[in-house]
């Protein structure tokens, strides 16, 4: 959907908006405006948050409709649907309330590509560095990393692949999967 209801009344608008049939050629979709809230807390207090964390680096985890995606030791990104940002940080803001902690909205930071089928294993990895094989890439990882130079996210559901790049990069990226 290239424009969404956001807040009291505004549009928003994709920076993908007019790109749906380059997508749709290339076997994607855009997933738009989908809830980020990017959380920062020590490992320990996991069992304070009423998000299930991932266990392992590089591995992400669904828990109650939302899915927590593992950034770093002490970082985490909560992905839920579009506008639920706001009570997903109260959630955990109350839950780490006293606790150094960091919960911020990124929503506007990435735009979101969903690329399926068979060969966008193949696609990715003709601009990706990372070890795309299934012994080392399957359902359940994430990692961030460079595509066709620019830095995404990647996350890989059951049957498909999520890529997470910063809006200013989203045309770039269209145009490189077009020509890969």
């Not at 601009?127 to 995404?152: F, I, K, M, N, Y």
Request: aromatic residues 4%.
């Amino acid at each position: 959907m290239a424009e969404a209801m956001a807040g009291a009344g505004a549009f928003a608008r994709s920076p993908l908006a007019d790109r749906a049939e380059d997508l749709a050629a290339v076997g994607a979709v855009e997933v738009g405006f989908l809830a980020q809230v990017d959380l920062r807390a020590e490992a320990a207090l996991a069992a304070r948050i009423p998000i299930a964390l991932p266990p392992a680096p590089n591995t992400w985890r669904l828990s109650g409709g939302r899915e927590a995606l593992w950034l770093g030791p002490d970082e985490w990104l909560v992905v839920a649907e579009p506008g639920s940002a706001p009570a997903i940080m109260e959630e955990l803001e109350r839950a780490l309330d006293g606790l150094h902690h960091s919960v911020v909205d990124v929503s506007a930071n990435r735009a979101v590509v969903e690329l399926a089928g068979d060969s966008r294993i193949d696609l990715l990895a003709e601009g990706c560095g990372l070890d795309l094989h299934p012994r080392s890439w399957r359902e359940g990882r994430c990692a961030q990393t460079l595509l066709a130079r620019v830095p995404v996210l990647l996350q890989e559901r059951s049957h498909a692949t999520r890529v997470f790049v910063r809006p200013s990069f989203a045309d770039h990226l269209v145009d490189w999967l077009q020509r890969a």
